[in-house]
């Protein structure tokens, strides 16, 4: 016999969650804390497991296992499976460990044939309550067991609605109801090739195996990579007593935040239906009402649902997000978790909480994910700009933010367009979970249906999209692609501007302004920086950069790329005067003409970072690179330099490599031309003296020498560095303090840093191209390839966007060991990309780097990481 499959909600608890996954792990919490809950039993995550590995015995015990707790299912709600006189019927649905919204599959009403509806109808006295179910439930099973595409039904529920001159569902009679079954039958008939099953258990059984491979669909393979969640995590099936909202007036379903999940605001928000059931509230098939009118319609239950509401978050200490039916008057609770929302609205939460003693400062900076920063980094509308804009229509605020691009109409479209490098809007009626990547790439998304907790409205908030959803105005004509509203039209491709904080949608484009980041979003990073044992620092080549990256909490300067100043069009003539010339007294020429600006270049970042460290790389691309290839450019270059063509044309093709990357740059340049290096560390320390003496800032130049891969290298170049900063000393009268070191990207630096230790006072890892020699592949060209490598799970993540620990980060280690084995002060930190990525952040954090370095907009993301990761691994430094 296998271990236990299946398990009664009495039996589960919420520690249980991976096995019973977080729907079946919360109803099973919410009914051993008394509240009530439609009994039911989980089948567990390890069973689909077990599932998808084929094994052939666990499908006729998994049938005993759950046969067995139907029974007792039937026993608890004295029903009866199939029965005509008193039939149990069930809902069947996925819940996996981390929450999925929308992603896998729901079936309500299970246990409905054409004799168990007679039973219902005559239970209930309500015969077009028991074939409005009915329907529903051939349509949910046709969709998710029997794959048959949700149209096909649709349609012909909504010609009904036609023929009778009706709009909403709940305006069909019981005639109508029991010929839209017939219909549908015929349609499960057709599509599937057999009769709609009859037998109830054999309906049961199909249900859960259709759950378990909604596990590996599309929309929730694409939703688990975006949000990093495994794969071998599978899905538990939750089995439960039917409980009815759409038996009339005095029935409903509703779902509610405990606070607002847009703003973090402390106030009960969600919306309800009467007479509807939950699919009817998410799907935007109907208008909701807010969950404060409930309050009108049911005092009573409106009074004990807030009561849970607050039970709930106190046992919890999180936001919830809670669905409920009401049957008779009666309040049932079928979910309750953590509810998705803004980073805007996690802040305020997370910082309100810890006031009001709910959780701790460290349990506050962990509840917030780095990466849901970005929302609030960049752009949002400018005030003056919105004086101006046009208001086309407005809806629901459902996302906060802003958003401007083109529209399209189906999530294939602007997937292309993004691809194509355009911005886009996603247009709908309404999102379904099939709609997942083309909202994925959208730069907002606009429904004409649907709700504050409708599917675009929950998806977006937790992707930190831009949505305004149920702008019941918009009329969308997917034939000629176009959107009307009102006598307006606007076609695909036109811009429009979303507010999700507002609910607005204006024509055209709209300027965008930086946000201001006060507030609680101060408090948090202010807890963030008390916890925190990193520095933080930023890559930036020029003064406007280093001030943003200051306003976000930069602690200096890790990676100057230098050779970016090189490529002003004021100073590349002169560059390339340099690289053409034949001699030394050549290249010292054009060097003489653009040390002034790069001196003024290095003055400018100085003051703007006000004295704290800044590390400079010296120049790295191999020369070719400052040269034009096109023959229409090298012509008019020829002229401007008064060389002919072909002398040009040599000197091009002369400096053309078949692998640049590993070719003739960083200190190999130096070696050969070493007035280059010479030429900027002149402009650095003439820099640094200049400021020092203007505003009293002590300037510590750090300079840092790239490409390293043998230690004679570094010393031959390092002589050059010294007899230049040696000179400028003498010739100010003056010695500043200054660091001499190296970018460690060469695994041979990695496996020697002990020999480079001794003449290094720095290391800074440069993982980008550490990446590229480890693994052989070239950045540029890996692109290609490395999504079907993340796709068919033969890397986890892209190692150009995570730090691979298994190889470059055994690497780093081997390189941090032997450096501080020769120099136990040598100063540690990391300049490439994987600088501003959580997950690298914290691998940083346990080698004991002292700083990790990132682009501007990131410098907040990873200050709020880094102290995530000292809290998560307290005593677990190198």
């Known amino acids: 016999m296998l271990k236990k499959l299946v398990y009664a909600f009495q039996e589960g608890s919420l520690e249980m969650k991976s096995l019973l996954g977080g729907k079946g792990a919360n109803l099973a919490e919410m009914t051993r804390i008394g509240l009530p809950v439609p009994p039911g039993f989980t089948v567990t995550t390890e069973a689909c497991n077990q599932y998808y590995e084929h094994n052939s015995q666990l499908w006729t015990e998994l049938k005993e296992e759950i046969l067995k707790e139907l029974k007792a299912l039937e026993a608890t709600t004295n029903k009866e499976f199939g029965s005509i006189s008193n039939p149990l019927l069930v809902s069947v649905r996925s819940g996996a460990v981390f929450s999925m919204p929308g992603m896998m599959d729901t079936i309500l009403n299970l246990g409905l044939n054409d004799e168990s509806v007679k039973g219902i109808a005559k239970a209930t006295n309500n015969e077009r309550f028991a074939y409005d179910s009915y329907r529903r439930f051939i349509q949910m099973f046709g969709d998710v067991v029997l794959n048959i ?271 194509e490098g355009e911005r886009a809007i996603l247009v709908r009626v309404e999102t379904s979970p099939e709609d997942i990547e083309g909202m994925v790439s959208s730069e907002g998304i606009l429904t004409g249906r649907g709700g504050m907790t409708s599917h675009a409205a929950v998806v977006a908030r937790g992707m930190g999209k831009c949505c305004v959803a149920g702008a019941g105005e918009i009329r969308i004509d997917e034939v000629n692609r176009v959107m009307r509203v009102g006598g307006e039209q606007f076609a695909e491709g036109e811009y429009i501007s979303l507010d999700g904080s507002q609910g607005i949608v204006y024509k055209g484009e709209v300027k965008t302004q930086t946000p201001e980041l006060l507030g609680n979003f101060a408090v948090l990073m202010g807890w963030a920086d008390e916890f925190r044992r990193l520095k933080i620092r930023t890559n930036a080549d020029t003064a406007k950069d280093a001030k943003q990256a200051l306003e976000f909490g930069a602690e200096g300067i890790g990676l100057c790329r230098t050779e970016h100043m090189f490529f002003e069009e004021s100073r590349i003539f002169a560059v390339r005067q340099m690289i053409l010339s034949t001699t030394l007294e050549g290249r010292e020429k054009a060097l003489a003409k653009l040390l002034p600006m790069q001196r003024e270049d290095f003055i400018a970042l100085f003051e703007a970072i006000k004295g704290l460290p800044v590390t400079i790389r010296l120049l790295d691309p191999p020369l070719h690179e400052f040269l034009p290839h096109e023959e229409e450019d090298v012509i008019k270059l020829a002229n401007e330099m008064g060389v002919s063509k072909e002398d040009l044309l040599d000197v091009v093709n002369d400096l053309k490599e078949f692998n640049p990357m590993l070719g003739h740059r960083g200190c190999r340049l130096a070696i050969t031309y070493p007035e280059i290096y010479a030429m900027q560390t002149r402009a650095i320390m003439e820099a640094a003296i200049h400021v020092h003496k203007v505003t009293g800032y002590i300037i510590v130049p750090e300079i840092m020498v790239p490409l390293v891969g043998e230690i004679k290298e570094f010393e031959q170049v390092k002589r050059i560095i010294l007899n230049v900063i040696e000179e400028v000393f003498e010739e100010n009268d003056i010695k500043i303090p200054y660091l001499i070191g190296t970018m460690i990207e060469i695994p041979r630096a990695c496996i020697t840093a002990d020999e480079i230790a001794k003449e290094a006072e720095f290391f800074s890892f440069g993982t980008n191209d550490l990446s590229q020699m480890t693994f052989g592949f070239s950045r540029d060209d890996a692109g290609k390839f490395l999504g079907e490598y993340v796709d068919k799970n033969i890397f986890e993540k892209d190692p150009f966007q995570r730090i691979d620990r298994k190889g470059v980060g055994r690497l780093m280690e081997i390189a941090v060991d032997l450096g501080k084995k020769t120099k136990p002060d040598i100063k540690l930190g990391i300049c490439g990309e994987h600088g501003g990525e959580p997950n690298s952040i914290e691998f940083c954090h346990l080698l004991g780097l002292a700083y990790v370095s990132c682009s501007p907009y990131r410098v907040p993301i990873a200050r709020l990481a880094a102290a995530q990761a000292a809290v998560i691994n307290k005593d677990q430094l190198k």
């Not at 999940?261 to 909701?288: H, M, W, Y």
Request: aromatic share 8%; glycine share 6%.
């Open 149 to 419: 595409e949700k149209y096909k039904f649709d349609s012909i529920l909504e010609k009904r609605k036609h023929d009778r001159g009706i709009e909403q569902d709940t305006d069909l009679t019981a005639e109508d109801l029991k010929d839209i079954v017939e219909e549908f039958k015929k349609v499960v008939k057709k599509e599937w090739g057999k009769d709609f099953p009859q037998d109830t258990e054999e309906q049961l059984l199909m249900a859960v195996e259709a759950v378990f491979k909604s596990w590996n669909n599309q929309r929730a393979k694409i939703y688990r990579k975006l949000h990093e969640i495994p794969d071998d995590l599978g899905t538990a099936v939750n089995i439960q007593s039917m409980v009815f909202g759409n038996m009339g007036e005095t029935c409903g379903t509703g779902v509610a935040f405990t606070r607002n999940p847009s703003t973090g605001e402390k106030k009960l928000f969600g919306e309800f239906l009467l007479n509807a059931q939950g699919e009817d509230v998410v799907a935007g098939i109907r208008t909701p009402e807010e969950i404060q009118v409930l309050n009108e319609k049911m005092p009573k239950v409106y009074n004990q649902f807030v009561e849970v509401t607050h039970l709930l978050e106190n046992h919890y200490r999180d936001m919830q997000d809670i669905e409920f039916t009401i049957e008779n008057e009666k309040l049932y609770m079928l979910q309750t978790r953590n509810g998705k929302r803004t980073a805007m609205a996690a802040i305020n939460i997370a910082v309100d909480m810890v006031e009001e003693g709910l959780i701790t400062k460290e349990e506050a900076v962990l509840r917030i994910e780095p990466q849901q920063l970005d929302q609030l980094l960049h752009p949002t509308f400018d005030e003056a700009a919105l004086k101006e804009a046009v208001v086309i229509t407005k809806g629901l605020p459902a996302s906060a933010g802003a958003a401007t691009g083109k529209i399209y109409f189906t999530p294939e479209d602007v997937v292309k367009a993004k691809n």
